[in-house]
């Protein structure tokens, strides 16, 4: 009995110690892989024609062109559906989809990666008034095919 319960513990223990070892090994990406769902990595590009390229291609989808914060960020704006009004404003407080794409370089490379982070947002562009509220999951995977776009474009634009 005393051996069978020693080998329990000492099943447990290992356990304990590998478990974590395994999980963070998983969750660790290489950064030319990395960002969530929807992102993209632009290949031998630049800022410029990333931001270029995002201007042409998120307005044919119905977007307009938000803030920006060069060379970080772009942000575009699309008036949200009825059931998104429903689910995150009310009757008369209509809600806006907001996307903001990150561009992160990759280190050592001329390689982007395009990052979505997508918001609801009451009251859009009202001083003061604007609430921005993140949407998580698989939101930003949306935005994959349009990213995919404007990496087509500004790929092989080359560094600045």
Partial sequence: MLKLCGMKSFRFLLGAVLLPILITGCLVSPVSSSGGLGSVTVANSNPNAIVAAAQAVFPQAGYQLG??????????DKASSRIANVMWGSYGDP???????????????NNYRLVPKVFSVSDAGEAGFEDQRPLMGL?????GPLLKQVAAQAGGAGGM
């Fill in 95 to 109: 809600q806006t989809i907001r996307v903001r794409v990150n561009i992160n370089q990759i280190p050592g490379t």
């Fill in 139 to 143: 939101w930003s995977g949306e935005f």
């Fill in 67 to 76: 803030d920006s914060n060069y060379p970080y960020s772009i942000s575009f």
